[in-house]
C-alpha cells in the first residue's frame, strides 16, 4: 500500500507540471499574467498546508483505530483497488456535473466550487428579483415548466367576457356593412337582406300599445293610393319620386293621429259594451241580408273591394264606435262646452263687431253727376239722423244694400271679411255711435257699430264649433308629442309601389257602399241632422252676409 505522503507528492508533482506548461504559454511583459502566477502559488501553499493538516488528523485517527499497522500489504492493495474500479464505472456512467467559467483565467469550474482553483476567483450569483420583500416568479417559465410536467390532455379555460367582446365586434361589423350597403343600394339591399314589413302577418309600427299590422295599414292606405292614381295616373309614383315618401309621412300621421284618439278613450275610460257590439253586429248582418241578398261572399267580395278583410272590417267599426263614444263624453264634460266669456275673448281675439249701415251705391257706369248727387242724398240722410231721426227708419228707406232683407238686425263680422274703409270707420267708433260719411269702392256708407251679443250672434254657433275643435287639437297634438311610436324592421324603405292588395276577384265591378254602423239610436241621429241643418243654416247665412256686405260695402 502507498503511503499517503507518497500519493501527495505525485499529485503535487502533476499539478506543478501543468502550471508550468501554462506559464510557459503566457506571454513574458504580461503583468497581469504575474499577478495571476503570484496568486497561484499563493492559492497552491495554502492548500497544500490544508491538505497536510488533513493528512495528520486522518493519520491520528487511524492510529487509534487500528494499532497494527503491519498487515498484510496485498491485502491492502487489494482494498485499494476495489474502490478504484468502482469509482472509474461510476464516472463512465455518470451524468456531466454542472459547471461555470471563471471571468478571469477562463477555466472551467464544477458548479459545487465557488472558488476558482487556479486564479482564486470567486464565483458570483444573480441575487433573484424582489417586490415587496417576496421574490418575483417569471409566470411563463413557471407555466412552461407546469404545461411541460403535466400530464394527460390540456384543459382549455375559456373566458366569457371575452367571447362576449367577440360577438360584440362581430354584430358591430355587421352592422355597418349593411349601413353602408342599405345607403349605397337601398332598394338592392332591402330585397336581398329582409322582406317588405308589408308581409301578411308582419308588424308595420306601434303606437302606444296599438300594433298596426301590415294589413291594418294596407286598409288605412290603399283607398288614398287608389285615388291618387286616378286622379295622377298609375306611374305617378315613378315620374314624381319625392311623392312616393311625401304620400307614406302623410299616412304615418294620418295613422298616428288616429290611435291618439283610442289612447284618448282609454284614458278617459271609454270602452265599448257588449251590447253596442253586438248592435254593429246586427246591423252588419242586416246589411248583408237587405243589400246583398244574404250572401256572405258577396259580403266578402264588397270588403274586398274596399282594400277589407272581414276581420279587419270589423275591428275598424269597432274602433270607430270607441272615438264616436270618445267625442260624445267629450261634449258632455266642461271642455265641451263655451261660456260667454270664453266666447267674448275667443271674438276679440279675431277682432269681432256688429255694425249696422246705411249705403249708397255708386259704380264705374255713373257720371260724376249722379255720383255728385248720391254723395248728396247721404250727407243729407246723415244729417237727418244727427237732428235724431231713427237710423233703421233711414235705412230701410235709403239703403241699397243687397243684404239687408236678409239681415235687417246688422252684421256681425272680423278682421278681414270687410273693406278695410268700411272696418277702420266701424272700429274707430263706440257701440251707439254714427260715423261720417265713409268712402269705398261700393259707394258711400252710414255706419252706426252696434254692441256685440255674445250668445246670440250670427257667429256663435261657427265660433263654438271652432273653440272645441281647437281644444280636441291641442288634445290630440299633446298626446302625439308624447306617445311613443316605434316602427317595424324596414319602415323607412316602405314603398308606395310595394303596397299591394290581393285581390280574390279579378275584376272591379260597381260596390255598394259599406253601411253606416252609428251605434247611436235613431232619435238621436234625427236630432243631431236637424241640428246640422241649423248649422247648415247659419253657416251659409254667415257666407251670404259675407259677399253680401262685401258686395254693398
Known sequence: ??????????????????????????????????????????????????????????????????????????????????????????????????????????????????????????????????????????????????????????????NPSTIILYIVAIIAIFAIVALVLNAAFPEIFRKVFYNTPLDRNGMVMQVGNYKIMAEEYRTLVLPGKQVAEETYGVDYWLRNPSADKEFVSSFQNYIIMYYCQLIWADELGVTLTDAEKQEIDTKIQTYIDETLGGSHDEFLRVLNEHYYTEAEFYRAKYNDARIEKLYDAFDASPDGTVTPEQMKAYADERGVMSAKHILFLTDATMTETEIAAKKTLAENVLQRIRNGEDFDTLMNKYSEDPGLESYPDGYDFENGEMVSEFYNACKALEPGEVSDLVKSDYGYHIVMRMETDYETFSKHDTYEDTIISNRISDKLVSLREHVKVTYGFGYKNISVVDITWEFKYPTRDAVPELPDLSIKDEAETDEEAAGDGTDDTAGDETNDETADTEAAA
Open 1 to 158: 500500500m502507498a503511503e499517503p505522503n507518497d500519493r501527495k507528492q505525485n499529485l503535487q508533482s502533476k499539478e506543478d507540471s501543468l502550471i508550468d506548461e501554462k506559464d510557459l504559454k503566457a506571454d513574458d511583459g504580461d503583468s497581469t499574467d504575474t499577478e495571476a502566477f503570484s496568486k497561484k502559488k499563493i492559492f497552491r501553499a495554502d492548500a497544500n498546508e490544508a491538505a497536510a493538516s488533513d493528512e495528520d488528523l486522518d493519520a491520528e485517527a487511524g492510529d487509534e483505530a487500528s494499532p497494527d499497522i503491519d498487515d498484510d500489504e496485498t491485502g491492502a492493495d487489494e482494498a485499494d483497488e476495489l474502490p478504484a474500479k468502482k469509482k472509474s464505472a461510476s464516472a463512465k456512467t455518470a451524468k456531466p456535473a454542472e459547471q461555470w467559467r471563471c471571468p478571469s483565467c477562463g477555466k472551467t469550474v464544477a458548479k459545487s466550487e465557488r472558488i476558482c482553483p487556479v486564479c482564486g476567483t470567486k464565483r458570483t450569483l444573480k441575487k433573484p428579483a424582489v417586490k415587496n420583500g417576496k421574490p418575483v416568479v417569471n409566470k411563463k417559465k413557471a407555466g412552461a415548466k407546469k404545461k411541460d410536467n403535466a400530464k394527460g390532455p390540456r384543459t382549455i379555460v375559456i
